[in-house]
Every structure is written in C-alpha cells, then in structure tokens.
Nanobody, 126 residues
Framework: QVQLVESGGGLVQFGDSLRLSCAASVRTFSNYGMAWFRQAPGKERDFVAGINWSGTVTNYADSVKGRFTISRDNAENRVYLQMSSLKPEDTAIYYC???????????????????WGQGTQVTVSS
C-alpha cells in the first residue's frame, strides 16, 4: 500500500481557485494510477479526476470538466488537482487515491483503488 497525504484545502469564495496536493510515500510512484475523489455530507464518494501512471492520460467527471486539472510529478511523488471557477456544489472532502498497475485506462470506481489519504476539506462559499 501507499501512504497518501493531501494538503491545500480550505475555505474559498465562489469563482476562486485552489490547488490540492497529494504526497505519496512509495518507492516507485510511477507504478501507480492516481485519482481524486470527493465526498459531500450525506453523499457517496464520487470520482473527480484520474491520471495514469505516466501522466499521459486523464479523465474527469462531467461536473468538473473544463474547471479542474489533474497532474502528477513522478520525480516528486506528487499528484495535484488544480481547481478553478469553484462553485458551492464543489464543497466536499477531497481524497487522493492510488491503485497499483501501469494501466493506461482510468479507473473511476472507488472500489478499484487500493490506498487512500485522510482527505482535505474544500468549502466554497457563495
């Protein structure tokens, strides 16, 4: 398993931007596909964005396409989520997730991921 630690959450206003970061404690970070999920109070944990092991393939939930960008730095063992044009409905706890394997497809089901961070709260006020 991979140890994942998210950072960068906070309270922002409608239309603001925020960048989340996830640091991975693992020897070979490029062996893992990565993703961001989010969970709002009383709701299920939903896929937000995913990136393959090399950073060449990405996938996004329809609700964030054009506003969020996922990226990774395999030299630094980090994955990022750049969020812009934030809306109150983006308010949630955001989780970083990892799955083993150099796949070129993006897994969107939470059950497909082996390791999870503790989450970081993002709150968007109107």
């Amino acid at each position: 398993q991979v140890q994942l630690v998210e950072s960068g959450g906070g309270l922002v206003q409608f239309g603001d931007s925020l960048r989340l970061s996830c640091a991975a404690s693992v020897r070979t970070f490029s062996n893992y596909g990565m993703a961001w999920f989010r969970q709002a109070p009383g709701k299920e944990r939903d896929f937000v964005a995913g990136i393959n092991w090399s950073g060449t393939v990405t996938n996004y939930a329809d609700s964030v396409k054009g506003r969020f960008t996922i990226s990774r730095d395999n030299a630094e063992n980090r994955v990022y989520l750049q969020m812009s044009s934030l809306k109150p409905e983006d308010t949630a706890i955001y989780y970083c997730a990892a799955h083993t394997g150099r796949l070129n497809g993006i897994r969107t089901r939470a059950g497909s991921y082996d390791s999870w961070g503790q989450g970081t709260q993002v709150t968007v006020s109107s």
